[in-house]
């Protein structure tokens, strides 16, 4: 299989030939944890813009977003970028999955020829290799078959049970869901702060340094003020 795989060298070039950028020590490299999906952040004069790579449904794309310093979306553009240019520049390696090879073969036993059931706990494969079946299919299975006996009984037990899990699963996304949007303004405030700061750290020093280091709260809020407002 094929992943991405970049630096803040390589998007940089490869997010040059679709916009203009400041030089690259004034550009802020991220990748996305536990993903192979990469940003790159800089300023521009109505506010500052952002570029994201990643793969949606095995195509690789890489948009481009631009905001004021409100934090309003200006535009937006999604481009398709083509396997072979990304593998020319060296954004594209191979790896190997559990299932390709990395895992254990569980298969039939080899003295009796049984064949065992894979579980996976925790992501760890777990062999067990005898199963409580019902005496009918533990005849069918001792003569080389099983049958498994459905009844629309079984069926709207079945069916019952998953309605069931899924009303409890449906009950804690929307909990949760409710939760983060209560939070969003907030940690969408913070993320801000923290982004004016560091481009108040290059641009205006003197404001980030009296914001850091006075101990004043009245001061502080005053020149965050201002760096948000700039």
Request: aromatic residues 8%; hydrophobic residues 40%; contains cysteine.
């Amino acid at each position: 299989m094929l992943r991405l795989k970049a630096n803040k060298t390589s998007l940089y070039k490869l997010v040059a030939e679709y916009t203009a950028l400041p030089g690259m020590r004034r550009t802020e490299f991220r990748k996305a944890p536990r993903a192979t999906d990469y940003f790159l952040d800089w300023h521009q004069a109505d506010g500052y813009a952002q570029a994201f790579l990643a793969v949606c449904m095995g195509r690789p794309l890489l948009s481009i977003t631009v905001r004021d310093i409100d934090g309003h979306q200006l535009s937006r553009v999604v481009h398709n970028l083509a396997l072979a240019d990304l593998r020319e520049r060296g954004m594209v390696e191979e790896f190997t999955t559990a299932a390709e090879g990395g895992g254990q073969r569980m298969g039939p036993d080899d003295k009796t020829g049984v064949q065992g059931a894979a579980l996976y706990i925790d992501g760890q494969p777990v062999r067990v290799d005898k199963l409580d079946l019902p005496q009918s299919e533990k005849a069918d299975q001792e003569a080389g078959t099983i049958t498994l006996n459905i009844t629309p009984e079984r069926l709207a037990t079945a069916a019952e049970g998953l309605k069931m899990i899924w009303a409890a699963m449906l009950a804690e996304v929307e909990q949760a869901a409710a939760a983060f949007a209560k939070m969003w303004p907030e940690i969408w405030a913070a993320e801000e702060r923290r982004r004016a700061l560091r481009w108040a750290e290059v641009y205006k020093p003197r404001w980030a340094h009296i914001y850091h280091h006075t101990k004043k709260g009245r001061t502080r809020k005053k020149y965050i003020k201002r760096i948000l407002a700039w």
